[in-house]
């Protein structure tokens, strides 16, 4: 998840919470409202009937024409039962049907005096008082469904409210998160587009002393910095293999014409061949440094070519059999091979050299046989090269690190090498986004597997 959107989520989530507790105090503290006002009324209906009885002079005969006057002028479906001292009803609202009353809430009366209870249905406001010098008790019931309903809308516009408010804080946060981000994101792609050979671009920085101007800023002293580091490594790297190259092609040259020309005993003939083998291999070696040096994994699909895998496996091979002239390669191409299959791959020509030369004097160096098979196989999403050999395998535990540099097995105690054979294979292989395995598949048996992804 992006910064932008965990912000803009973050504060989304901090505003829902906050209205959603301000919803909730609004919802609660209406609730107490209503009942407040309706208990209110509940009290001003009893002092109003209190009144009435206190000021009628035939309370039974002028009863029923003072209720039906005035009735629901403030309560709602009301109902109305008046007591005497004996507990006897003497008057009701109800007419149509069988009156009921709790006879427990009558003695209750006797001790609270006034009872509200708002859990019934209806809800029941009781109170019992002396008018005229006579004890009535006067229970008034009713049903709030003005305030109820209104409570019940305000429940539905809150959560409207609430859902759009998210929605709309959801939204403006993003954008407006996008908006105070655009510098970072700016910056990000500045940054994105600096490789190794473009440790020289500085990213724009502008007036404001910002923290996203200010990391700018920093960024361009580290890069400065950088390329002052890599330039000295290239240099030095570029100048040290340049130099070294010439002699070694000397030596070789030299050693060439002293093994052909030279009359020497077989002890000293086998040691100048020898010689000759590091010379060559210290000369690949140096090579193969050079060439890297002018490569990356951002600038290398800037020049890629049409290769063909046939032909840098017999270059590869002829190389190698300058210095191991006993070294034969058996070369097939699959029968899965598809026949449209073109043997064709995106990549360096020269790079992807170096790695069948690594990898074909490993065979001639550590094969009982002295014998290389190449086997291709291509499908229309892949392009693989095995490279067999017969001789001692490696051990498991020494196959994960196979392709680190200066590694080498058990098998190569008494075999001359510099360990970074098969790291500059790796390497190369990665610039060109292909993949290299080992494997034994059986006794004795070496397998190099070369992964080319097909380009689609």
Known sequence: MTLK?????????AFSLLFAMVMAVIYLSFNDFRRDEFKERFRQRLEFTSHFISKSKDFEEEAPIFFNENSDNILLNETILIFNSEKELIYSTIKDRNVTWDSVLLKEL??????????????????????????????TSALDTNGKSKLEYLKYLLITAYVMSTLLIGFFSYYFMGQFLRPLEDLNTEISEVTAHKLTTQIPVQESNDEINVLAKSFNTMIARLDDVFQSQKDFTASASHEIRTPITRMAFQLENLIKFGEHSPDTLSSLKQIQRDVYQLSDLTNSLLLLTKFDKENIQSIYEEVRIDEVIFEAFEAVEKSYPALKLDFLISEDTSENGLLTIAGIHSLLVIVFINLFKNAAVYSDDVEVDVLITETSDMLTVDVISHGETIPEE????????????????????????????????????????????????????????KQS
């Open 110 to 139: 006797d001790e609270k005096k006034i009872i509200y209870t708002e859990k019934t249905v209806p809800e029941i406001y009781a109170a019992l008082r002396n008018i005229n010098g006579e004890n009535y008790y006067i229970l």
């Open 5 to 13: 959107r965990k912000i803009a989520l973050t504060i989304s989530v």
């Open 398 to 453: 020494e196959q994960a690190k196979l392709f680190e540099a200066f590694m080498r097995g058990n098998n190569s105690q008494h075999i001359s090498g510099s360990g970074l054979g098969l790291r500059i294979v790796k390497r190369i292989l990665e610039y060109h986004g292909a993949k290299i395995g080992y494997s034994s598949p059986a006794e004795y048996i070496n397998k190099f597997s070369v992964i080319f992804a």
